[in-house]
């Protein structure tokens, strides 16, 4: 089992002096981004949700069934990608058309994995996530982060 505690601090110490010496001033606001009018807040790329036709999101939905222990690992692991984009290995790995995946070790040696891709906006759009049971990513997992892809970037045209 990795030992995230020694990175969360290393990771605690880069933001505390990368992110922490850029706060505003009191009753200054900082500038609005994005279509969604939401701030980056230092990060260089903001995840968000693919979202179905219907209104689902299916890596919210499968975080919610997670334990709170496994999404607090995973969600440290979204997290530095987001302030530290762009990261390698072991946290990230590209699988090939501009999909890439987020790898966390869970209790019990357990493996999860978060596909995404970065859209034309330069936010992280997080297509699919499961519990890896195999060394190589199960070709219909990706397949299904590459089909939800086309989905989202036709919706942003």
Request: glycine share 10%; proline share 6%.
């Amino acid at each position: 089992m990795a030992d995230h505690g020694g990175l969360f601090f290393v990771y605690l110490m880069w933001y505390t002096y990368a992110v922490g010496n850029q706060r505003e001033s009191p009753g200054k606001q900082a500038p609005v981004e994005g279509p969604e009018g939401q701030g980056r807040q230092g990060k260089r790329v903001p995840a968000i949700f693919y979202r179905t036709e219907a209104g689902g999101e299916p890596v919210r939905e499968w975080l919610k069934a997670l334990s709170p222990a496994d999404r607090k690992l995973i969600g440290e692991d979204i997290k530095t990608v987001e302030f530290g984009w762009p990261i390698g290995m072991p946290v990230c790995k590209p699988l090939g058309d501009s999909i890439y995946e987020v790898r966390t070790s869970l209790t019990q040696n357990r493996t999860a994995r978060v596909l995404f891709y970065i859209d034309k906006l330069g936010r992280m759009v997080l297509l699919h996530g499961f519990i890896k049971k195999t060394q190589k990513t199960p070709n219909e997992d990706l397949e299904l982060a590459r089909r939800n892809k086309r989905k989202h970037q036709l919706g942003l045209k």
